[in-house]
Structure formats: C-alpha cells, structure tokens
C-alpha cells in the first residue's frame, strides 16, 4: 500500500505504509531490513534492545476525567498531563516522518460483543507480524471500513529526554484513554504492544460487568473449562498447553455471562530451558510464522540454544493459538468448573496444590502472592517475593476488589473449585530449595481436573490455613506437605510465619474494602 490516511494520529509526512502484510511478507521484509534472521525452525529472531522486559516504572496514564475518577492512582498507575502527553507525541510523530510503516489492524477479543478493534502502528516489520500473531486476525472484509477503537504507535528505535520531557528514562508507554491512543517508545519488547492493550482491555470490559483476566484457559475431554491465573514465569502457558486438553488461550481472557473468551489469537510463551521432552506442544508451535526474542542461536547452523540466557532469563516465543494442535481456534469456551491460581513461591513454604474456600480464593486473588521471576521486568535478575493484586497488577488499571468482586460473583454462580499451586519452590526457599518439577505440577492439576482429590481428605495448613490434600494419585504424599520436604523443620516454620507476615502487611491496604470472612482467611502468625 503506497498510502494510508494516518493524519488521525498526528502523523503526516510518512513514508509507505504496510498494512496488514502477510506473515511471510512481514518475515521477508524484516530480514531485508535487517530487523533479525531465520533460526533453523523457521522462526523470526530478533532483539528487542536494552529493555529485554517490561517497564512498569516508565508506564504512564494521562490524567483527565472521566478515567481519571476511575484508575486507582498510585505505583502501578502513575499520571502525566495531558501537556506532557502531547508533547511526547508530538516529537514521537516527528522521529517518524519520512519512515516506512508497518500497521496491523485486527481486534482484542474473540467474542464479537466485546472485542476492541485495534491499529498497531510500528516503526518495524517485526512489530507489526507480532501484532498479527498475537491478537486476533481480521477476514478480509473486515478491514473494509476498519475503524480501530484503540491505537498504538510503536517507535523502538525512539528514545526521549527523560525527565525533561516529563517522564522517568528515555523509554515510556503513554496511554491516553479519552483519545484512545497508546504511545510505545525506546523498547522494543513486543510484550510492552501485548501488554498495552491488555491494560486498555482490563479498564474497558468491568463497566460493561465483564470481568477481565491475566490467566489461561483450557477445556478438557467432557467440555470442563479450566482458567490459570498467574503473572508471567509462573506456568500459564506451560501448564494449560496440555495435550489431553484443549487450548482457549494462554494468558488473557474475559468472563461474560456466556462463558470465557481469549483476548488473543496467538501465545507469547518465556522459552528459557525449553525442551521437547517437557513441553513438547510450545516446542513445536515454534516455526515458521514464530518470533524469538532475545535467544542464543549458534551462527554457523542458525540452531537456537534455548537454554542459553548470555542476553536475558526472559527469552520469548510467539506462534499463533493454531500452531497448538488441539487449540480452539474461535477462542471461546464455556463457564469454568476449575480455577487455578498460581504463585511461584520463592520461599518454598506454601504447598503444591491446596484448595480454598470462597473468602480465601478472595483473600489470595486479591493478594496474589508470586515472585518476580529473572528477566521479566527490568532489573530483576533472581526471584524475588512480591504481591501483585489480581495475578496481575501491573495491568489492573482499577481498584483490585473491583476485578474480585466480579471474581466472587461467577464463582458462586458456576460453583467453581478454586485451588492454589505453588510452582516455585520446595525443600527450601531460592537457592537451597530446587523449583517445583512440572511432572509434579501436572500431575496435581490432572488429578484436580479429573475430580480425583474429591473424595480425598483435605487438612487445614497450621500457617496459611488452606486446605491440603492429604494424598493424590501419582505424587509422593511428603511432597504434599512442604514441611517435609525441608531438612530443618523449624526453618520452614520460621520462612513460613515470614511470609504469612508479609501477606497481611501487604493485604493492610485492601483492609478497608475487605469482608470480616476475608480477613479471616489471612495467615495466621502464630
């Protein structure tokens, strides 16, 4: 396409325009333009620069009503002026006069209803065939007419002045929710675009009553839906590519009164140690049409050497939901009879599954205890204990019980189980414990799925006071209890009344808006 009205976004003197290349074209176009090369399976290999992670302090809102009296303000959801937001588009227009552009116009959201039609406006080929792989693809007479409710402008190579423009570094992701445009500028991290639009997605759907989420879903073989819930390096995308089950999504979903629907149209899984042995449908779905970022590959054979991390532990994969094999490719599913929270507990003390009661699963979505894992935001380089409210807080734009609310209400409604798994570690807290085998994992949630722990009975964790199963099918009943797995009992009760600490002091700032049967579910610290 040789033009294409972009002056909607302040942008004028461009050079051509591509919209909506085909994925081949797009890989083509960006190894001529030297964006990446071709790895031995076929994927696109690219670097996205110095930011091999998220951003989350370079991570603005403009602040203006009527979503200014909705976002809760704070360290997650920080404002700009709209003064401040102008000028940074302004001068990000300007970097991009006389360049090519790449656009992708498509949508977030399988369900007609709900879905956002988005524009994604990129500086590189590479940006735009993530876009194509990780949202959701439009038919051809869509495009016709195509109106974006949402637009990204995407410039990697583009860094500002930092605090002179107003701003942290010289990297930042501006979103402007009156004017529906999303500014991306100095990183190249495809996962800042997915990301983005994730969070316009997590403001936008509870005023419609549609709960918003940072978790996969899977169906089984009687039509039992399944949602995981989890930050990023916790096993979203490992543990719900089951091949027993089919895939809806790996990441983010909505819950209507209909059932689920993924936001997206493709996985963005972490590949570091991947291996055919463990995951073999990720493994595969790594080919043609793929992105790698940040990985090692050898020079000679283009082999990627996965478990190589001379760049970052966040090494990236995308690939369409069809190159999962058993995936539902119309994205949507029924009403969830399993819901799976997972925390990747660097303490090592909190069992492998346990299951909770409605005013816990409140207490622990609202918590949502995780460890930052290596990698996924910048400057984080081992595990690190934290909270992030909803399994997702650097994306909830409104006050978490907001999104539990909503959590509480489908629960009740479907009667679904509801079950913590720690997929960090045991035998001892990061580096003297080892993390928690995925065999292990697997087997606990089969068992789980398969109404397998119904009959069995569930003990009360003198500490967190969810409920354990005493055995399961398949798994050593020790590792079950992660008391004993530690050498020095004592040592896992002293970690283990730690934590139980952190979670209340971390959960004082929901105090107000909590139940007196939520606060009862906290730990107890005696």
């Known amino acids: 396409m040789s033009r294409f009205d972009l002056s909607p976004y302040g942008l004028f003197n461009y050079g051509k325009v591509h919209r909506n290349l085909s994925p081949a074209k797009l890989v083509e176009t960006a190894l001529a333009r030297g964006e990446g090369v071709l790895a ?35 360290d997650v959801n920080r404002s700009i002026s709209e003064e401040v937001f102008d000028r940074l588009h302004t001068r990000l227009a300007s970097y991009l006069e006389g360049r090519d552009l790449f656009v992708f116009d498509g949508y977030c959201g399988a369900d007609p209803t709900y879905r956002l039609p988005i524009r994604v406006i990129a500086q590189k080929a590479w940006h735009a065939l993530f876009a194509h ?6 038919k051809p007479e869509e495009l016709e007419g195509f109106e974006p ?38 990183s190249g991290y495809g996962g800042e675009i997915k990301k983005g639009i994730f969070t316009v997605m997590n403001y936008l759907l509870p005023l419609r009553g549609v709960l918003s989420m940072h978790c996969a879903a899977n169906v089984g073989p009687d039509g039992d839906t399944a949602l995981f819930f989890g930050l ?39 590949v570091i140690r991947l291996s055919p042995e463990k995951e073999p449908q990720i493994y595969k779905a790594i080919r043609f049409g793929s992105i790698l970022e940040n990985v090692i590959y050898d020079e000679a054979t283009r082999r ?51 299951k909770l009661t409605p005013e816990q699963a409140m207490y622990h979505f609202i918590s949502g205890s995780t460890a930052k894992v290596a990698g996924t935001e910048a400057g ?10 909803c399994f997702g807080a650097p994306f909830m734009p409104l006050h978490p019980t ?21 997929t960090g570690w045991s035998g001892g807290p990061y580096g003297e414990g080892e993390r928690m085998d995925i065999s292990v994992t697997r087997a606990l949630l089969a068992a789980a799925l398969k109404g397998e722990l119904d009959g069995v009975e569930f003990r009360p964790h003198p500490v967190f006071k969810v409920l354990v199963p005493a055995s399961c099918p398949g798994v050593d009943s020790n590792v079950l209890q992660p008391r004993n797995t530690w050498r020095d009992g004592a040592a896992y009760d002293e970690k283990a009344r730690h934590l139980a600490r952190l979670f209340i002091e971390n959960f004082e700032k929901f105090r107000t808006h909590a139940t007196p049967e939520m606060l009862a579910a906290a730990p107890s610290t005696d």
Request: glycine content about 10%.
């Open 40 to 74: 031995s399976n076929g994927a696109l290999v690219v670097r996205t620069g110095e930011r091999t992670g998220r951003s989350p302090n370079d991570k603005f809102f403009v602040k203006r009503e009527p979503s200014a009296s909705r976002i809760w303000w704070g």
């Open 402 to 422: 907001e999104y539990a609310a909503l959590l509480r209400e489908r629960i009740l409604k479907h009667e679904a189980n509801v079950w913590l798994v720690n």
């Open 133 to 138: 792989t990780l949202f959701v693809r439009p």
């Open 149 to 186: 409710g949402f637009t990204v402008l995407c410039a990697m190579d583009h860094l500002c002045a930092g605090e002179a423009d107003g701003v942290n570094s010289g990297v930042y992701i501006a979103a402007d929710m009156e004017r529906r445009l999303l500014l991306i500028s100095g």
């Open 380 to 389: 984080i380089t081992e595990p690190q204990a934290t909270f992030s409210a």
């Open 304 to 354: 990627v050497d996965y478990d190589a991390a001379d760049i970052t532990e966040n090494t990236r994969a995308t690939y369409p939901v069809e190159h999962i094999p058993n995936c539902i490719v119309e994205g949507r599913a029924g009403h969830p009879r399993n819901v799976f929270f997972l925390a990747c507990d660097a303490f090592g003390v909190l069992p492998p599954i346990s």
């Open 232 to 270: 990023s390096g916790t096993g979203k995308t490992s543990l719900s590519a089951d091949p027993s089950r089919r895939l809806v999504g790996d990441d983010e979903h909505g819950w209507h009164d209909g059932g689920v629907f993924n936001f997206e149209g493709g996985c963005y899984a972490k």
